[in-house]
Each structure stands twice: as C-alpha cells, then as structure tokens.
Nanobody, 115 residues
Framework: QVQLVESGRGSVQTGGSLRLSCAAS????????MAWYRQAPGKQRELVAT???????DYRNSVKGRFTVSRDNAKNTVYLQMASLKPEDTAVYYC?????????WGQGTQVTVSS
C-alpha cells in the first residue's frame, strides 16, 4: 500500500522560512520521481517543484531562487525548503508520485504566510 505523509505545516510572517517533509512508503522510493504541488483557496492546484530519481530538480518560476526540493533516499523522504516566503505562497501543499502508472497524493499540509 502506497502512502505519502506530509509534515511541517506552519504559519510564518513574510520573509520567513519553512521546511516541508513527505515520507513515502510502499514504493521503491529511490526510483521514483517526486513532486510538490499547492492549492490556494479558490484556485486550482499547481505544480511547485519536481525532483527526479537522479535528483534533477525543476521549479515553477514564482518560487525559483526561494524554494529548494531535495530527497533523502535512505529515509524515503522528499523535502521542500521554502525561504523568503510571501503571502501568495499561502496554500495547502501536497506531495505526489506516480508508481506503476498510478498517481498517489499525500493528505496535504497547510502553509500560511502573513504580511
């Protein structure tokens, strides 16, 4: 059974930092690309960052230079380090993977940035 469990929710002021974690089980983690998405109230879910099995990363333009995605294959965990946070980063953040052609999502974790 594949499970993704996010942690690291929090409320910070503009300019603050947070680190989100997503622990995976039930998959061969080291072989799987991982992704972080977010969904703000009233908006569609959007892709934030991706990391391949070889640790190649990519980001949406609005977070480049502020967010860093990384993975620890020994811990089956992917991270999203967020810095210089802005109110527009407020959202529920989800991790996602595709395993054996099926999508799996975590339950989401709330990030709130106040001005």
């Amino acid at each position: 059974q594949v499970q993704l469990v996010e942690s690291g929710r929090g409320s910070v002021q503009t300019g603050g930092s947070l680190r989100l974690s997503c622990a995976a089980s039930g998959i061969i983690f080291s072989s799987n690309p991982m992704a972080w998405y977010r969904q703000a109230p009233g908006k569609q879910r959007e892709l934030v960052a991706t990391i391949t099995s070889g640790a190649v990363t990519d980001y949406r333009n609005s977070v480049k230079g502020r967010f860093t995605v990384s993975r620890d294959n020994a811990k089956n965990t992917v991270y999203l380090q967020m810095a210089s946070l802005k109110p527009e980063d407020t959202a529920v953040y989800y991790c996602k993977t595709i395993y054996r052609q099926q999508e799996y999502w975590g339950q989401g974790t709330q990030v709130t940035v106040s001005s």
